[in-house]
Structures are given as structure tokens and as C-alpha cells.
């Protein structure tokens, strides 16, 4: 299963508030530098061991049971869903 923004949401960069924010029609969120690191590879053909391997060349220490806890929170959330 691969992770993607749900219909209706996106990411986009707040040049006021120099950081990430994810809109969507319930509202807004201001993702910490981590969830918005993965949710810029959420986009519906990158699996979850993909955007590890991706994440794990740009920081250290970088395991999948963290990226997945991750998308946890936002699916919760009613941000991300999985195809």
C-alpha cells in the first residue's frame, strides 16, 4: 500500500511562517520538518519502504516503524489514505 494526500488536501510552504502548512477543508495544520519531509513523498506510487530508503539518504537514523507512525497520525487525521 502506498500513502497519498487525500482529495481535497495539500501541501503547500508559508513564506510568512517559513514552514509547511497542510490545507484542508476541516482546516489547517503546521506539520513539524519530519511529517512534512514525508508527506512531500505521499503522493500515491511511493511506498512506505520508498520514502524510507529516500528519507534515510537525506538524515540518519531513519526506520520505517517511525515513517509509519507518522502516517498514522495523519490518517487519523483524515489527511492521508493509502491505494
Known amino acids: 500500500m502506498k500513502p497519498r494526500l487525500r482529495r481535497g488536501?495539500?501541501?503547500?510552504?508559508?513564506?510568512?511562517?517559513?514552514?509547511?502548512?497542510l490545507l484542508f477543508p476541516e482546516g489547517v495544520l503546521v506539520p513539524n520538518k519530519t511529517a512534512a519531509a514525508v508527506l512531500e513523498l505521499c503522493d500515491g506510487?511511493?511506498?512506505?519502504?520508498?520514502?524510507?530508503?529516500?528519507?534515510?539518504r537525506k538524515y540518519r537514523g531513519v526506520r520505517e516503524a517511525d515513517i509509519s507512525g507518522v502516517l498514522s497520525r495523519l490518517e487519523?487525521?483524515?489527511?492521508?489514505?493509502?491505494t
Open 76 to 82: 487519523e487525521r483524515r489527511v492521508v489514505e493509502w
Open 45 to 56: 506510487e511511493t511506498s512506505v519502504a520508498d520514502i524510507t530508503e529516500a528519507l534515510g
Open 9 to 21: 488536501v495539500r501541501l503547500t510552504y508559508d513564506k510568512v511562517r517559513e514552514t509547511h502548512v
